[in-house]
T-cell receptor, first 111, second 110 residues
Framework: NAGVTQTPKFRVLKTGQSMTLLCAQD?????MYWYRQDPGMGLRLIHY???????AKGEVPDGYNVSRLKKQNFLLGLESAAPSQTSVYFC??????????FGSGTRLTVV | AQTVTQSQPEMSVQEAETVTLSCTYD???????LFWYKQPPSRQMILVIR??????QNATENRFSVNFQKAAKSFSLKISDSQLGDAAMYFC???????FGAGTRLTVKP
């Protein structure tokens, strides 16, 4: 079972460039999430989705956009990358069972 | 905003000894789950243990157990017979609110 797959695993961007991170899950989960992980701050929620076609803002949504056109996919976009967006990004999915299944993360560096 | 607090940024334990990681949380709900996740250097987030709030009995998974104090909103993780492979970041999570603590880095000394 693949579970939650994130692509790419690593990326270096120049300031002002755009990119899309893809998250795909094969568990028929309803909910999907994007988090960023920074040292000393744990995981902070960027955006989430409670079903196909729905999205909502989390704790740190500025500078990011998301889309959930298909139930199995949740895309995170950076329209104009900034050095402050250098981070490790995690996608997760859940529901109906409690608890998250995580992807393996994407390390993004913005120079 | 509801919070999850891990007050120990770093902890250290001798191999084969026991260590307890602390977590407190804030909620007004009565029915919820709490989780501990482990993140080894590989970066993968791994579920260690979960606790259902309406259950009186503390959850256990092999060498891992929790001390869940609902009234005090405390949820600590005890690791018994620590092994070198237990070295990792540990995150407490209250997922009803999609929140994680800041993490505790556990070092295991041989």
């Amino acid at each position: 079972n693949a579970g939650v797959t994130q692509t790419p695993k690593f990326r270096v961007l120049k300031t002002g460039q755009s990119m899309t991170l893809l998250c795909a899950q094969d568990m028929n989960h309803e909910y999907m999430y994007w988090y960023r992980q920074d040292p000393g701050m744990g995981l902070r929620l960027i955006h989430y989705s409670v079903g196909e076609g729905t999205t909502a803002k989390g704790e740190v949504p500025d500078g990011y956009n998301v889309s959930r056109l298909k139930k199995q996919n949740f895309l995170l976009g950076l329209e104009s990358a900034a050095p402050s967006q250098t981070s490790v990004y995690f996608c997760a999915s859940s529901y109906p069972a409690p608890g998250y299944t995580f992807g393996s993360g994407t390390r993004l560096t913005v120079v | 905003a509801q919070t999850v607090t891990q007050s120990q940024p770093e902890m250290s334990v001798q191999e084969a000894e026991t260590v307890t990681l602390s977590c407190t949380y804030d909620t007004s709900e009565s029915d919820y789950y709490l989780f501990w996740y482990k993140q080894p250097p590989s970066r993968q987030m791994i579920l260690v243990i979960r606790q259902e709030a309406y259950k009186q009995q503390n959850a256990t998974e092999n060498r891992f157990s929790v001390n869940f104090q609902k009234a005090a909103k405390s949820f600590s993780l005890k690791i018994s017979d620590s092994q070198l492979g237990d070295a990792a970041m540990y995150f407490c999570a209250y997922l009803n609110d999609m929140r994680f603590g800041a993490g505790t880095r556990l070092t295991v000394k041989p």
